[in-house]
């Protein structure tokens, strides 16, 4: 990159090669002499001379100062450059031994080196360029001619016949080296708009590098709390399983106790039957009449068989009774302490501006103008807003809304301080509040001034707005099959956050749905 860098330093501008027997004009350009004296040799007879770089008018022809410096720089850099050997270039006129060009004439159809090009003709129709093996590229394909000229208009190089009576007649023309500067000039330009396009994206990469980073670090807690909650569950599960399998056995054993208890009832029915058989096989009076009653226990409706009687069939209800109610306390547990949470938003009808109406239960803003409301410094004044009554300044949450046909709309969220009045008091138009807004066809989000469109729209009037306080993160998705991300703002919060809603034009109305009910639950995700 270097030798590239120097190699540009020590072009002469007109033949664009190392210096040759550089020198040094009064303005402080330099340039091969025999390329400079090529040039004032074309300015003779005109109104004066001037330097091709700088255009400095003399009014008589300059003297050349050799340049002794840039001529030893030169020299030890060409020396220092495989290139020129290697290339296969050399001296037309050194027959005895292959001798480096250091420049070709055009005109002569030969390449010179050093000594030849100091002895060479100055002629104006002489055109030196740098070491070739190739000199025809270098002529017109049509007059075959030497190139000379650079149509802009068909981005060509053309020579003196083209120009003058061939296809680019009457077309803008450049001399080449004037084109060749302009090309330069665009490709330096073209080169720093890529190297800034090169910083940029670097920066970016390394910001997404980080996010990646900070990403995987929250993928690493979630995959911990994920394979915890699952252990959790599937213990839950096995513990449920034993309980109702436990059940189900324990009611099938409760037929081996019936059946248990009337083979004890059967021997025993069996052994008084053979003392009453007894008994009346007996003669004697007196005996039969001092025995004790031995009938009492033959009642046909005894415990057994009202046992027999309601265990009759197995109790398929309380098994799922035990099963439902188990799985509803593990379901319970999951709900409460692994996932985020709806937040409960109700709107803070002391904020809304005179044009909204809050519904009863605070759930709905409706555009309706008209109204007198007191006005006081928590009220939004001239404008249809109105904020939430909870705040949020930790934690993770989220709320619902349903925009229904409302075609002018905001939702978002914003500081408690922001201004309640001016242009400062718009949602998404200060660096207080950040919202997703639609007006007619057009959706964006908004923060401070700063807007972003959403080309795709909005495939939805269902609309989930998510707050991570702590990584800083206010996002918004589209409630549609699949579920849509639609954008997300990262900041560093420096107040508790309210939910903020925008509702304009007749008839519109904003909705939100949903929320936390009964008692307050934790989240951890």
Known sequence: MASADLSEELECPVCLAIYTDPVTLRCGHNFCRVCIDRVLDSQEGSAGYSCPECREKYKERPGLQTNIALRNIAERFLTTQPDQEASGVHCTYCVDSPVPAVMSCLHCDASLCDKHLRVHSKAPEHVLCAPTTSPETRRCSVHKKILEYYCTEDAACVCVSCYVVGGHVGHKMMSLDEAFKEKKKKLRNDLQTLMTEQVEDAKRVQSLVESRRKAQEKADGATERVTVLFRDLRRQLEDLEKRVLSDITRRVQGYDDIIRQLEIKKEELSRKMRHIEELCNITDPLTVLQESDTGDSCNTEDRHDKQLHDGGDLDVA???????????????????????????ILLDVKTAGDSLHISDDRKTASYSPGQKLPQTPERFQYSPHVMSIQSFSSGRHYWEVNVGTSDVWSVGMCYPSIARRGDQAAIGDNNKSWCLCRDEDYYSVRHDRKEIQLHDGIPSNRLRIYLDYEAGQISFYALCDPIRHLHTFTATFVEPLHALLYVFYMDNRITISGGARGRKRSAHW
């Open 318 to 344: 309380g098994i799922s009774h035990t099963f439902l109610t188990g799985l509803a306390d593990i379901m319970s547990g999951v709900t409460t302490e692994s996932f985020v949470q709806p937040a409960d």
